[in-house]
């Protein structure tokens, strides 16, 4: 019988999936202890720093997580950082496999004059910032103006227009940051615009969540109907099924009819971001148009157009996404998720993505190495094990509870830590 250590480094969706696969493929001839290492002092990745908070039910999945976590074979490694506090090189030295599962955390650029003035943020800062990411708790995000832009036509768009259009107490019941809650009450933001720079086909945004904008239920959705119909005819007699499916629901979108509600979220399509303009600060975003070039006040523009994974010492990276094939690196390093496939695919994507990599890692096995594990190389860093962690978990569902919110999170390192007794 072989019992094999593996490493996950990234305890996102990408890498309890990858855990999960291996306890799947364990028989009585080949055993896995998994130990996985995590830089926050939290684990679940995006689906506690990225999904939208006002999706809990796409948050139901970590239930899945604590489930694979639960295994007598599975430990924690969180608060510890690949670079500062240990190295792949050391990784790959000590476990028979290493799995990168780090995700995509930066924000693509659009490239455009002006970005880098106040109040143009990437979806990549302003997500962590609602959903209490640490390192974002002090992120300067002015909500003074009555008009925000978003740029792109994902669901990442979708998830950050949503937000700043909801009306704020619509947040209370859920896991928002205490902070941003706060600002966005006392936000000035009526206006927001979500700007596609094709066609309404050609949109990235999932039925779904297009389906369930005319039930909120204090903003006024808007499409522009010609913007629509002129796709449906470009599209033909038969279109792919999720195009006529988000096609069916744009038509709803742009059917509905409007209230006299103060806050509106409005299509723009065929709009190519050209310029954003301001001298101190955001004042505007110029578009190039079928109809020639159209300005747009605004105090805000995120820009929700894509990720890419950031660079880590000893990993080969292009293009935004770890050089692999089919998720093999090199020796024994394995990639799986954003950092492997780039940034496509919801949740449920990483699990089919990281069954299969598992499967090419199990064949690729020979003897195990035996020659211990990481737990000897963190004897000076405050790691945030899986006990910890069910404290950390308790205390802010706790917290929660008396405000009927599933959570309250914590947002600063310290705090988690005090959480954990550490
Ligand atoms: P995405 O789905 O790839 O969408 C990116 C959007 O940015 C596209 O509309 C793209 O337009 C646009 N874009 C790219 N470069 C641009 C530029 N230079 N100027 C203007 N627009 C530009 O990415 P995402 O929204 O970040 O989402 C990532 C993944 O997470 C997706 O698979 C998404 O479905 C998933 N996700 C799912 C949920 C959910 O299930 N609720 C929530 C959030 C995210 P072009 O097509 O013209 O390039």
């Known amino acids: 019988m072989s019992n ?42 995006l689906v506690r720093s990225g999904v939208a908070p006002d999706h809990p039910k796409i948050k139901t999945v970590s239930k899945v997580f604590e489930k694979i976590a639960s295994h007598e074979n599975f430990r924690l490694f969180a608060n510890v950082e690949i670079g500062s506090d240990i190295s792949i090189a050391q990784l790959q030295e000590k476990y028979d496999a290493v799995i990168i599962a780090t995700g995509s955390s930066l924000g693509k650029k659009l490239g455009i004059p002006g970005e880098g003035l106040r109040g143009s943020l990437s979806a990549a800062t302003f997500v962590p910032w609602y959903n209490a990411h640490p390192d974002f708790v002090g992120v300067d995000t002015p909500l003074d103006a009555d008009t925000a832009v978003v740029i792109g036509a994902g669901n990442v768009a979708m998830d950050v227009a949503r937000m700043l259009a909801l009306e704020p107490s619509e947040l209370d019941p859920t896991d928002t940051a205490d902070h941003a809650i706060e600002a966005f009450k006392k936000s000035n933001i009526r206006k927001v615009y979500i700007s596609a720079r094709r066609g309404p086909e050609y949109a990235a945004f999932t039925s779904p969540e297009l389906r369930e904008l005319p039930k909120l239920e204090h903003t006024n959705v808007i499409m522009d109907k010609g913007d629509i119909e002129a796709a449906i005819v470009r599209t033909g007699d038969e279109p792919e099924k999720e195009v006529k499916s ?55 523009v995120i820009t929700a157009i894509g990720y ?17 094939n089919d998720g093999r690196v090199n020796e024994n390093l394995y990639v799986v998720g954003w950092a492997k496939r780039g940034p496509s695919g919801v949740i449920g994507t990483n699990k089919s993505d990281a069954a299969a990599v598992m499967q090419l890692l199990v064949e690729d096995l020979k003897s195990p190495k035996n020659v211990g594990d990481i737990s000897v190389l963190l004897t000076h860093q405050i790691v945030v094990s899986r006990d910890h962690w069910k404290k950390i978990n308790e205390a802010e569902v706790a917290a929660g509870e008396p405000h009927g ?18």
């Open 4 to 45: 094999f250590k593996v490493v996950i480094v990234g305890a996102g969706p990408a890498g309890y999936f990858a855990a999960q696969a291996l306890q799947n493929l364990a028989n009585d001839d080949c055993t896995f202890e998994i130990d996985m290492i995590e830089r926050l002092p939290t684990p679940w990745g």
């Open 246 to 300: 988000n096609l069916d629901a744009m038509l709803l979108i742009a059917e509905n009819p409007k209230s006299e509600h103060e806050r509106t979220m409005q299509f723009l399509f065929q709009h190519t971001p050209k310029e954003i303009i301001g001298t101190d600060r955001v004042e505007g975003v110029v578009f190039s148009t079928p109809n020639g070039d159209v300005t747009i006040k605004c105090g805000l």
């Open 308 to 324: 890419q994974a950031h660079g880590i010492e000893g990993i080969p990276f292009k293009n935004g996404k770890v050089v692999n």
């Open 405 to 422: 919110k599933p959570r309250k999170k914590s947002v600063t390192r310290e705090e988690l830590l005090k959480h954990a007794d550490l």
